[in-house]
């Protein structure tokens, strides 16, 4: 259950992707960490682990914003193409408008939700965020002597770290600045 790192006893001071590294990979439907284990087990299901590597995945909470990104795409995109439409072509039939643009909406949509879903989870690994922070802390730990150090978490993970392992002393007091 704690065991986090599926890379084993070896992997003692794996830096890991930079967070854009881990969006990419996530948005290609690639785990995170190894990037070669798939996130999602179906359409939006993302896998528990890492078939892979063993990466924990299951600690995402990309909640609502895989949604309101695809929304907030989707919508310039059509509502643009539905504005330019109008404007630059005469007797567009209404039915085609009807018909035509909510179909390209909803394939769009369709096509974009999961990856930006698996985007969502990549940025929640690369920042260490809600139960991530403990698989970082297990790799800064591994190293002797290092601090938690990941390249870009800008200590971000320390704050989070706390509030999402509750561990003892720490969290309670430590709500987000
Ligand atoms: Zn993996």
Redesign the pocket.
């Known amino acids: 259950m704690i065991e986090i790192r599926?890379a084993g006893p070896a992997a003692p001071e794996d830096p890991g992707p930079s967070w854009v590294g881990a969006v990419a990979r996530g948005f290609r439907n690639r785990?995170p960490?190894?990037?070669?284990?798939r996130v999602f087990g179906r359409f939006l299901k993302v896998r528990h682990a890492?078939e892979?590597?063993?990466?924990e995945l299951h600690h995402h909470r990309a909640d609502d914003l895989p949604p309101y990104l695809v929304i907030f795409v989707v919508g310039h995109v059509v509502g643009l193409a539905v504005l330019e439409t109008e404007m630059r072509l005469d007797d567009v039939p209404l039915w085609f408008q009807m018909t035509f643009w909510p179909a390209v909406a909803l394939a769009m949509s369709l096509l974009l939700l999961q990856p930006a879903k698996g985007a969502v989870v990549g940025l929640q690994y690369a920042l260490g965020m809600h139960g991530f922070a403990a698989i970082r802390r297990g790799r800064a730990a591994a190293a002797p002597g290092a601090e938690v150090q990941d390249g870009e978490g800008n200590g971000r993970d320390d704050p989070e770290g706390g509030r999402a392992r509750g561990g003892p002393g720490d969290g309670a007091g430590l709500h987000r600045a």
């Open positions: 599926g785990c960490h190894c990037g070669e284990g890492c892979a590597c063993g990466t």
